[in-house]
């Protein structure tokens, strides 16, 4: 375990500053937590005015305490806050937590930023400000104004938002869910969740990570931690924001940018996180994962007594991207015992609703005891012939004969009162059982995604080899002549700097030397506009393709002339691009870009003219590896066309890679380059190749106004 955190974690001295003799005021309710959750360090209430809260000695200031401060919970207004810091600062805290708002989540950056100076100089960590405090159970320490008793556990929770954190608290209580850790981390400061999950990640109390996200401010620090911590645990996220809308809001509560929503769920789904859709399915995952055994494979079956809600659960199934067990052999042999001869024993398997008690213990045991059944998805549908009495002590039975073997279970229950109560009386043992077929499915195939991300062994990729200094020397061009944007020549340079394939081009000066250059390219050719200030050739009607012969060289290079002078007479036109005519192919787009929140980002997907309106693109944050990659293409859905389809030959996918992978490179070395993408990209046939047609290099600081 790391040492550099396990101080908050694990204190052996607390002082709450702003102690308060109010039982109504956070500082008092603090204290209260600390002494009712049993703590055993030492405790070291602070307030001007001295003398004694709930039995415990008052110290004027932090100064006037005579031994060493591990923890200072600072529960004080905003406005003394820089003066409590500074004292300590002085007397040597390792971390404080400030409960204390008004600061960057209300416009008030100066005195934040004051905060931080002072513990930076000093070596102290500021957790906040803005938040609820924490909690851990390894020194039942709660440090938290929560109204809610807290349960230890196995579950650790970060969260961004105070109010929503003090409510999942609340939550936990009710769906007996408990605790390792819970941590506020509200403005993150100093601290933030890439520090905490250092903690957490080798912290074997922890089975499951859950957290709550309104905005990245380092996100290339948060991806490998939580990559390292992916591999030994469960991580959840849940992340507002989604919406354009719910991004402002989530951006002005918190004084930290939303980031795109696409970006973020592509790079929890690379990092093996698990998002989450709501507080109630991340909380259904919490409790499953923390208990479910690993599953040897994904072979599942459906265990029914109705037909309907089997056809629920299989299009849940679908759609979590669980696989049935289909082998009907096999499927026959194992629940023909347990099956009337009117039910089936097709997946879902269905006993009918005749089954009683005895009946479903028969059908579970099946795949208990079958070697080729890995999990098993339980519904029950309340029936007049079924012994109501005999449903829990069924179910736990069920639940235990799985676990003996390692093979994962759920149970989804409809009924009445007698349901509803064994739901809740089963819940509380912390069995996954549920009111619904959804959650129950969910939960599954939480579990197998997790598995999928945990059993991967991929080497991380090292780059792709670029000419690095004659990409910076095309750069250096541009800054001098203060361009925000690379010229069509320099993008194409920059490309084949790179090793990707170009199309072969000319710049000409003159119409003479256009039609030169078609001659000695070759017909048809493509002509292109190249100017500094006209950056959408089409829009300015500086483009004309498939041109067959001298004439329409000559006639295009006059249309462009005029369209441009008549779209900008001021503009700058460097020439005219001649260049080569490129036979039809899968056109693609691969991208690049330096993400607020993430940093290097790449992007692939179906390019073309209408790459806007399809938005058929994946994402991932850089550098990534070959396989994934892979796993990136196969997320669009186009995809298939890669693969060949109505008779078309199979595409030159590990082209495809390598170039995603060298414009992730180029990115990621060349730091004054903010975005840069290829469109198209035609995509041949399988080892024939592919070429780069329309390049745009975007450079940092001085992008184009939108």
Same mark, same amino acid.
């Given at each position: 375990?790391?040492?550099?955190?396990?101080?908050l974690f694990e204190?052996?001295?607390?002082?709450?500053?702003?102690?308060s003799?109010?039982?109504k005021k956070i500082g008092?309710?603090?204290?209260?937590?600390l002494l009712?959750g049993?703590y055993?360090?030492?405790?070291y209430?602070?307030?001007?005015?001295?003398?004694?809260i709930l039995?415990?000695?008052v110290y004027?200031?932090?100064?006037?305490?005579k031994?060493?401060?591990?923890?200072?919970?600072?529960?004080?207004p905003?406005?003394?806050?820089?003066d409590?810091?500074r004292?300590?600062?002085?007397?040597g805290?390792?971390?404080?937590?400030?409960?204390?708002s008004?600061?960057?989540e209300?416009?008030?950056?100066?005195?934040e930023?004051?905060i931080?100076?002072?513990?930076?100089?000093?070596g102290?960590?500021?957790l906040?400000p803005n938040?609820?405090g924490?909690?851990?159970?390894?020194?039942?320490?709660?440090?938290?104004?929560s109204?809610?008793?807290?349960?230890?556990?196995?579950?650790?929770?970060l969260?961004?938002s105070?109010?929503?954190?003090?409510a999942?608290i609340?939550?936990t209580?009710?769906?007996?869910?408990?605790?390792?850790a819970?941590?506020?981390?509200?403005n993150?400061?100093?601290l933030?969740e890439?520090?905490?999950?250092?903690y957490?990640?080798?912290?074997?109390?922890?089975?499951v990570?859950l957290?709550?996200i309104?905005?990245?401010k380092?996100?290339?620090?948060?991806?490998p931690?939580?990559k390292?911590?992916a591999?030994k645990?469960?991580?959840?996220?849940?992340?507002?924001?989604?919406?354009?809308?719910?991004?402002?809001a989530a951006?002005?509560?918190t004084?930290s940018?939303?980031g795109?929503?696409?970006i973020?769920d592509?790079?929890?789904?690379?990092?093996?996180?698990?998002?989450?859709?709501?507080?109630e399915?991340?909380?259904?995952?919490?409790?499953?994962l923390?208990?479910?055994?690993?599953p040897?494979?994904?072979?599942?079956?459906?265990?029914?007594?109705?037909?309907?809600?089997?056809v629920?659960a299989?299009?849940a199934c679908e759609?979590?991207n669980i696989?049935?067990?289909d082998?009907q052999?096999?499927?026959?042999?194992?629940?023909?015992?347990?099956?009337?001869s009117f039910g089936?024993?097709?997946?879902p398997?269905?006993?009918?609703?005749?089954?009683?008690?005895?009946?479903?213990?028969?059908?579970?045991n099946?795949?208990?005891?079958?070697?080729?059944i890995?999990?098993?998805i339980?519904?029950?549908?309340?029936?007049?012939?079924f012994d109501?009495?005999?449903?829990?002590?069924?179910?736990?039975?069920?639940?235990?004969?799985?676990?003996?073997?390692?093979?994962?279970?759920?149970?989804?229950i409809?009924?009445?009162e007698?349901?509803?109560?064994?739901?809740?009386?089963l819940?509380?043992q912390?069995?996954?059982?549920?009111r619904?077929v959804?959650?129950?499915?969910s939960?599954?195939?939480?579990l197998y995604r997790?598995s999928?991300?945990k059993?991967?062994?991929?080497?991380e990729f090292?780059?792709?080899?670029?000419?690095?200094?004659?990409?910076?020397?095309?750069?250096?061009k541009?800054?001098?002549?203060?361009?925000?944007f690379?010229?069509?020549d320099?993008a194409?340079d920059?490309?084949?700097?790179?090793?990707?394939?170009m199309?072969?081009?000319?710049?000409?000066?003159n119409?003479?030397?256009?039609v030169d250059a078609a001659?000695?390219?070759?017909?048809?050719?493509?002509m292109?506009?190249?100017?500094?200030?006209?950056?959408? &050739?089409?829009?300015?009607?500086?483009?004309?393709?498939?041109?067959?012969d001298?004439?329409?060289?000559?006639d295009?290079?006059e249309?462009i002339?005029?369209?441009?002078?008549?779209?900008?007479?001021?503009?700058?036109?460097?020439?005219i691009e001649?260049?080569?005519?490129?036979?039809?192919g899968?056109?693609?787009?691969l991208g690049?870009?330096?993400?607020?929140?993430f940093?290097?980002?790449v992007?692939?997907?179906?390019?073309?003219?209408?790459v806007?309106?399809?938005?058929?693109v994946?994402?991932?944050?850089?550098?990534l590896?070959?396989?994934?990659a892979?796993?990136?293409?196969?997320?669009? &859905?186009?995809?298939?066309l890669l693969?060949?389809?109505r008779?078309?030959e199979?595409k030159?996918?590990d082209?495809?890679?390598?170039?995603?992978?060298?414009?992730g490179?180029i990115?990621n070395?060349?730091?004054?380059?903010?975005?840069i993408?290829?469109?198209?990209?035609?995509?041949?046939?399988?080892k024939t190749?592919?070429?780069?047609l329309d390049?745009?290099?975007?450079l940092?600081h001085t992008?184009?106004?939108?």
């Amino acid at each position: 375990m790391s040492n550099n955190y396990q101080r908050l974690f694990e204190p052996e001295s607390v002082a709450i500053i702003g102690a308060s003799h109010e039982p109504k005021k956070i500082g008092h309710t603090i204290l209260n937590n600390l002494l009712k959750g049993g703590y055993k360090g030492k405790i070291y209430p602070v307030n001007p005015s001295g003398g004694e809260i709930l039995g415990q000695k008052v110290y004027k200031s932090v100064l006037d305490i005579k031994g060493d401060v591990d923890v200072v919970s600072l529960a004080i207004p905003a406005k003394f806050c820089v003066d409590a810091v500074r004292e300590c600062a002085k007397k040597g805290v390792k971390f404080i937590q400030i409960i204390s708002s008004g600061f960057s989540e209300v416009g008030n950056d100066k005195e934040e930023k004051e905060i931080v100076r002072i513990a930076e100089e000093s070596g102290m960590r500021i957790l906040g400000p803005n938040t609820f405090g924490m909690y851990s159970a390894e020194v039942s320490m709660n440090l938290t104004f929560s109204a809610t008793p807290i349960k230890e556990g196995g579950v650790a929770i970060l969260t961004q938002s105070g109010a929503l954190g003090i409510a999942m608290i609340g939550r936990t209580g009710v769906e007996n869910m408990g605790l390792s850790a819970i941590v506020s981390t509200g403005n993150k400061s100093d601290l933030d969740e890439t520090a905490l999950l250092e903690y957490l990640e080798d912290h074997d109390r922890t089975r499951v990570v859950l957290m709550y996200i309104e905005g990245i401010k380092n996100g290339e620090k948060l991806i490998p931690a939580l990559k390292r911590i992916a591999t030994k645990k469960p991580l959840i996220v849940i992340k507002s924001g989604r919406s354009k809308r719910g991004a402002q809001a989530a951006a002005s509560h918190t004084g930290s940018l939303a980031g795109s929503d696409a970006i973020f769920d592509a790079v929890m789904k690379q990092c093996g996180a698990l998002r989450a859709e709501s507080l109630e399915e991340a909380f259904n995952w919490c409790r499953f994962l923390s208990f479910a055994p690993e599953p040897l494979d994904k072979r599942t079956v459906i265990v029914t007594n109705g037909g309907g809600i089997g056809v629920l659960a299989t299009d849940a199934c679908e759609k979590h991207n669980i696989d049935l067990f289909d082998d009907q052999k096999v499927l026959r042999e194992a629940f023909e015992k347990a099956t009337p001869s009117f039910g089936s024993t097709r997946n879902p398997i269905d006993i009918t609703g005749g089954a009683l008690a005895e009946d479903y213990l028969a059908a579970l045991n099946a795949p208990v005891d079958c070697e080729h059944i890995d999990s098993t998805i339980t519904l029950y549908c309340e029936t007049a012939t079924f012994d109501s009495e005999n449903l829990i002590p069924m179910v736990r039975k069920s639940y235990d004969r799985h676990h003996e073997v390692s093979k994962p279970v759920t149970y989804a229950i409809v009924g009445g009162e007698a349901v509803e109560d064994a739901i809740q009386e089963l819940s509380r043992q912390n069995l996954p059982v549920f009111r619904d077929v959804e959650p129950a499915v969910s939960c599954m195939g939480a579990l197998y995604r997790y598995s999928d991300f945990k059993n991967r062994h991929i080497p991380e990729f090292e780059g792709s080899d670029i000419d690095i200094d004659a990409i910076n020397a095309i750069i250096d061009k541009a800054v001098d002549d203060e361009r925000n944007f690379l010229l069509a020549d320099e993008a194409q340079d920059v490309m084949r700097a790179s090793g990707i394939t170009m199309p072969k081009s000319i710049i000409a000066k003159n119409l003479s030397a256009a039609v030169d250059a078609a001659e000695e390219i070759g017909y048809p050719v493509v002509m292109k506009v190249v100017s500094r200030d006209i950056i959408h &050739k089409s829009d300015a009607g500086g483009l004309a393709l498939d041109l067959l012969d001298k004439q329409e060289v000559i006639d295009a290079y006059e249309a462009i002339m005029n369209n441009c002078r008549d779209y900008d007479p001021d503009a700058h036109i460097t020439g005219i691009e001649v260049t080569e005519m490129v036979t039809s192919g899968l056109e693609m787009v691969l991208g690049a870009i330096r993400d607020a929140s993430f940093g290097p980002v790449v992007m692939c997907g179906l390019g073309g003219i209408y790459v806007e309106v399809m938005k058929d693109v994946a994402f991932r944050s850089f550098p990534l590896n070959e396989e994934e990659a892979r796993r990136m293409l196969q997320e669009i &859905k186009s995809y298939p066309l890669l693969l060949g389809v109505r008779g078309e030959e199979k595409k030159d996918i590990d082209g495809v890679i390598d170039s995603l992978l060298k414009v992730g490179t180029i990115l990621n070395r060349c730091d004054r380059i903010s975005d840069i993408e290829i469109n198209p990209i035609v995509v041949y046939s399988e080892k024939t190749g592919l070429k780069a047609l329309d390049v745009r290099i975007l450079l940092q600081h001085t992008k184009e106004e939108k």
